[in-house]
């Protein structure tokens, strides 16, 4: 069963930047996409960022040319690069392969 872990959420000002970590393990990451989610508090969770196995990838409209998902397949790791943070990015932000969920990391962004 493949366990997910995020780490590197935090406070930061706007216009700061943070980079979220999410180690997998219990199995390889290798041949499967994988995807960043977040959710703000009332809001239903939504898709950030994903990337495929090979490493195409796609990103929510509003994080274009901000965030950047990428991954480590040696370290069965999967990033997210955020710059630019806006107080809208506040949210839990949660790691995702098919079937999986890790448990979220906070990111709040104060104004």
């Known amino acids: 069963q493949v366990q997910l872990v995020e780490s590197g959420g935090g406070l930061v000002q706007a216009g700061g930047s943070l980079r979220l970590s999410c180690a997998a393990s219990?199995?390889?990451?290798?041949?499967?996409?994988m995807g960043w989610f977040r959710q703000a508090p009332g809001n239903e969770r939504e898709l950030v960022a994903t990337?495929?196995?090979?490493?195409?990838?796609n990103y929510a409209d509003d994080v274009k040319g901000r965030f950047t998902i990428s991954r480590d397949n040696g370290k069965n790791t999967v990033y997210l690069q955020m710059n630019s943070l806006k107080p809208s990015d506040t949210a839990v932000y949660y790691c995702?392969?098919?079937?999986?969920w890790g448990q979220g990391t906070q990111v709040t962004v104060s104004s």
């Open positions: 990337i495929s196995s090979g490493g195409s990838t």
């Open positions: 995702y392969v098919p079937a999986y």
């Open positions: 219990g199995g390889t990451i290798s041949y499967y996409h």
